[in-house]
């Protein structure tokens, strides 16, 4: 059993060496992000299964504190109000729930953030299509090969592994670094 840790291990590890090939990526979200904020456009966020945790956990370190004492900023993860989620998956479709919440809370100049390891989630390319139609920007973290969300996307972040766990550890370092860069940004002198 040790030597299978060891192997997870060490494949996580090399996922993200990988992902330092993605850093002109990654710094042209925490641009985009800095940018919008600065302009007080707020930050959206969507996934699904573990995705939607890491939406919504990232949703908070925007509106808390990452690693900074600093005033909230805005961001709302789509994955939350399961309320919204269940009416509108009842009455129009699951395809549509992070669709219509767009619809219904973006602005122009916002930034959409749209996790997918598959990248074939039919109610996040719904969304990201949505985005484009309401001149919000759109931010993919993927994985695999980017599936159907492939060229969706202002900035595209593809961690390069068909490895599902993988993706996801990659992605939250992603945000992670998004975060702490955007607090640097706003807030450092």
């Not at 925490?30 to 573990?50: D, E, F, P, Y």
């Not at 509106?63 to 399961?82: F, M, N, Q, S």
């Not at 490895?163 to 998004?178: G, K, S, V």
Request: glycine letters at 8%; aromatic letters at 4%; hydrophobic letters at 40%.
């Amino acid at each position: 059993m040790q030597n299978k840790i060891k192997s997870m291990i060490e494949e996580s590890i090399e996922t993200k060496r990988l992902v330092q090939e993605l850093s002109p990526q990654i710094e042209k979200a925490v641009q985009l992000v800095t940018n919008a904020l600065k302009g007080n456009k707020k930050i959206l966020l969507a996934g699904n299964g573990g995705s939607s945790s890491q939406a919504s956990h990232i949703a908070a370190e925007f509106v808390g504190r990452y690693k900074i004492e600093r005033k909230g900023l805005p961001a709302i993860a789509l994955t939350t109000d399961l309320a919204a989620i269940t009416a509108i998956g009842n009455d129009y479709g699951f395809d549509t729930i992070f669709e219509r919440q767009l619809g219904a809370l973006a602005n122009e100049g916002d930034v959409f953030i749209a996790l997918s390891t598959s990248g074939n989630s039919e109610n996040l390319i719904k969304a990201a299509e949505a985005s484009k139609k309401l001149n919000v920007h759109v931010i993919g973290l993927l994985g695999k090969d980017g599936g159907k969300m492939k060229n969706t996307s202002d900035i595209e972040i593809l961690v390069p592994s068909d490895n599902t766990p993988r993706i996801q550890e990659a992605h939250l370092m992603i945000l992670h670094i998004i975060c702490e860069l955007v607090e640097k940004e706003l807030f450092e002198k």
